[in-house]
């Protein structure tokens, strides 16, 4: 019998700092192990969506953990930013999100919280994985939690419709 061989290759183009490296690989890690454990189509957008929402939820927990009470500060302060520019629209009893406000640039006070970045690259990807942490945390304040999924859900296939992420 031969064994099939699984491989998971990470690539950087750019500096990234020790606990930022972590939180990237624990993400990427997951969706090779969920993947490998229950192949899905990821090609469609609403079941991609779906993992990436589970990869991302793992994510939050993660920099929740290692940003600690400044972390959390930082984080409400983002969801507020949100809430502030958040466009809804209500259709019965339920309301749903008809935009998102944009990722803000970014905010050095991550670099107290985590740590110096060593690259433009790493800001990039701090900046818009707190931005998707403050969505899901918005989300989950201001909206049932029978609807959290949805709402989560269509914020990641709009960002990478829009971002024309695969």
Known sequence: MQRELKWMLLLAHAPISTSWRGIILAHEGFHAYDFLSKPYDWNDPKTFAEHEVQAHTLQNGLMSEAGGEAYQKYLEKEVERLRKTIV??????????????????YNVELDHVFGPTESEFEKDIRATHTWIHAVFSLIEKDF???QHLHLKREFLVSLYRDAKIK
């Open 88 to 105: 809804i629209r209500k259709e019965g009893a339920d309301s749903y999100v008809k935009s998102y406000p944009n990722r803000s640039v």
């Open 144 to 146: 049932p939690s029978k």
